[in-house]
C-alpha cells in the first residue's frame, strides 16, 4: 500500500516561510515526477502549484515563481517546497502528488494546512 505523508503546514504570518515535506511508502513502481497542489477553498479544485522529474526539471505556477522552489530526494523518495514570502493567498491546503510508473499511476497525499495570517 502507497502512503505519501505531507508535514510542514502551519500558521505563518505574510512575508514568512515555511518548508513542506512529503514521504513516499510502499511498494511502488518507479516515480518519474513528484509534485504539490493546493485547494484554497473547501469545494474548490485542487490548482496545479509546482513540479519535479526525475531529471530534476521544475515546473511552478505563475502565482508561486520566484517564492516557491521543489527538491526531491530520490533515495529517500521524499518531495519538498519551500515557500519564501509568503501572502494570505497562499493559504490553502497543500498535497503531494506522485507519479509512477508508466502509464503513470497517481497518488496523492492527505494535505496539510498552510495558513498565512497576521
Known amino acids: 500500500q502507497v502512503q505519501l505523508v505531507e508535514s510542514g503546514g502551519g500558521l505563518v504570518q505574510p512575508g514568512g516561510s515555511l518548508t513542506l515535506s512529503c514521504a513516499v511508502s510502499?511498494?511502488?513502481?518507479?516515480?518519474?515526477?513528484m509534485g504539490w497542489y493546493r485547494r484554497q477553498a473547501p469545494g474548490k479544485e485542487r490548482e496545479f502549484v509546482a513540479?519535479?522529474?526525475?531529471?530534476?526539471?521544475?515546473s511552478q505556477a505563475d502565482s508561486v515563481k520566484g517564492r516557491f522552489s521543489i527538491s526531491r530526494d530520490n533515495v529517500k523518495n521524499m518531495v519538498y517546497l519551500q515557500m519564501n514570502d509568503l501572502k494570505p493567498e497562499d493559504t490553502a491546503v497543500y498535497y503531494c502528488?506522485?507519479?509512477?510508473?508508466?502509464?503513470?499511476?497517481?497518488?496523492w497525499g492527505q494535505g496539510t494546512q498552510v495558513t498565512v495570517s497576521s
Open positions: 510502499g511498494t511502488i513502481l518507479p516515480i518519474s515526477a
Open positions: 502528488r506522485v507519479e509512477s510508473g508508466r502509464r503513470p499511476t497517481i497518488y
Open positions: 513540479r519535479i522529474t526525475n531529471g530534476g526539471w521544475t
